[in-house]
């Protein structure tokens, strides 16, 4: 299936409303998870599926439910994009609404800019200890714990990428130096204490759309996009050249289930994953 039918497929499931897959008042995680559950078919996933796939960000049928995604997950207390108590903190979901707001808008939004200056002087980059006296929302353990969450920082600097250098703030390009510097630490893909061990399961295996777990072709595009050179990502260089295969291409070989529209099967040639591939390798 060709890139136009798979998005012309996503319309076809869109609401009358605006929106995806929506949670039912009557589900227990209903408001607070309202466009974020089920994964991967809920009105969220769905805009981040779109944007990886390169729909024309002017497109209308966008508009509105982004704007009413931004207005429902903001939390004017903190200026930050929340699930409610859950996670509190959560920088995943901060760096895909960025990402969107930028993919789609054309720099950040108001709200946006605030979830930005909040992460700076928030976010963590510990690495198997506390490197810095842990704070208020060290409690979250899922993203603050001894390791800061991985997936957190890689969010955050897929958003920061997506704003135009114009509208780079000082302390958002601070804290995307921050976040580069914590993914080279990592060589993009493997633990720092045991260089030759992957650091999160099946992260090496290549994989499209990233919602919020990514794959480590997507950090090297991300890293590529930001004109990032250095021999810390040499391995996962070399990694992403072993897994082409002899006709050009690179095959998908990890599906994410659920989703509103399948954008290819395991095992076989994907030109989603071919195309960042040769991008990153400038091929």
């Given amino acids: 299936m060709n890139k136009q039918a798979i998005i012309n497929k996503i319309f076809e499931a ?17 408001p607070s998870c309202l466009h974020y559950a089920p994964n991967f078919k809920a009105t969220l996933w ?6 990886d796939l390169g729909l024309d960000p002017n497109d209308e049928r966008v ?44 720099k950040p939004s108001a709200k946006s800019q605030q979830a930005l200056a909040f992460f700076h002087k928030y976010q ?15 409690n979250n353990k899922s993203c603050y714990g001894k390791h800061t969450c991985y997936w957190g920082v890689v969010k955050l600097l ?21 976040c580069i510097q914590f ?17 999160i399961p099946k992260m090496d295996l290549l994989t499209f759309p990233n919602m919020y777990k990514s794959d480590f072709l997507e950090i090297l595009w991300l890293l590529k996009r930001e004109g990032v050179v250095s021999d810390k990502i040499d391995t996962a260089l070399e990694l992403l050249k072993s897994k082409q295969h002899e006709d050009g291409s ?7 289930h659920n989703m509103v529209a399948s954008v290819g099967e395991v095992g076989k040639p994907n030109q989603f994953v071919t195309e960042r591939a040769r991008e990153v390798l400038e091929l």
């Fill in 183 to 199: 993914v080279l630490l990592h060589k993009v893909c493997f633990s720092s204490h045991k260089p030759d061990k992957i650091m």
């Fill in 63 to 106: 508009k509105k439910p982004l704007s009413e995604l931004q207005c429902h997950f903001f939390d004017p207390k903190f200026g930050i994009y929340t699930l409610k108590e859950d996670h509190f903190p959560i920088p995943c979901l901060n760096g895909n609404l960025i990402y969107l707001d930028c993919y789609f808008n054309g």
């Fill in 46 to 51: 769905t805009l981040l599926l779109l944007a």
């Fill in 14 to 30: 869109q609401g009358e409303n605006g929106f995806w897959k929506m949670l039912p008042p009557s589900d227990k995680h209903y």
């Fill in 124 to 138: 963590r980059f510990d690495d198997g200890k506390y490197e810095t006296p842990p704070n208020g929302f060290c």
């Fill in 250 to 256: 690179w095959h998908l070989e990890r599906q994410v």
């Fill in 158 to 178: 897929k958003g920061i990428s997506f704003i135009p250098q114009e509208y780079r703030a000082p302390n958002t390009t601070d804290l995307l130096n921050r």
